[in-house]
């Protein structure tokens, strides 16, 4: 079955780095583009990122654009998210998604906490 499990998580300063990966399974990952998400308290869940199933092509909320980087191992069967200039706002639950064969996959989150 497919499986998604996040990590990386933790509580960063502002204007620090947090890297989060997330590990596949269940799936031939090469085959399917990977998005990540995240959730703030009292907020919708929000695209942040997403790289299609070779990388060529990556996409970005405005919100992190030139602050996050998404990439993929698609031998490791990962997706990662390295997240700089972290700002107060980017706190939150990050999850990866991927969509195989009309079903969503969601992973179960890491939160993410930027404060002084």
């Known amino acids: 079955q497919v499986q998604l499990v996040e990590s990386g998580g933790g509580l960063v300063q502002p204007g620090g780095s947090l890297r989060l990966s997330c590990a596949a399974s269940?799936?031939?990952?090469?085959?399917?583009?990977m998005n990540w998400y995240r959730q703030a308290p009292g907020k919708e869940r929000e695209l942040v990122a997403l790289?299609?199933?070779?990388?060529?092509?990556?996409n970005y909320a405005d919100s992190v654009k030139g602050r996050f980087t998404i990439s993929r191992d698609n031998v490791k069967n990962t997706v990662v998210l390295q997240m700089n200039s972290l700002k107060p706002e980017d706190t939150a639950v990050y999850y990866c998604?991927?969509?195989?064969?009309?079903?969503?996959?969601w992973g179960q989150g890491t939160q993410v906490t930027v404060s002084s």
């Open positions: 998604k991927v969509y195989v064969s009309g079903v969503e996959y």
């Open positions: 269940g799936f031939t990952f090469s085959r399917y583009g």
């Open positions: 790289i299609s199933s070779t990388g060529g092509f990556t």
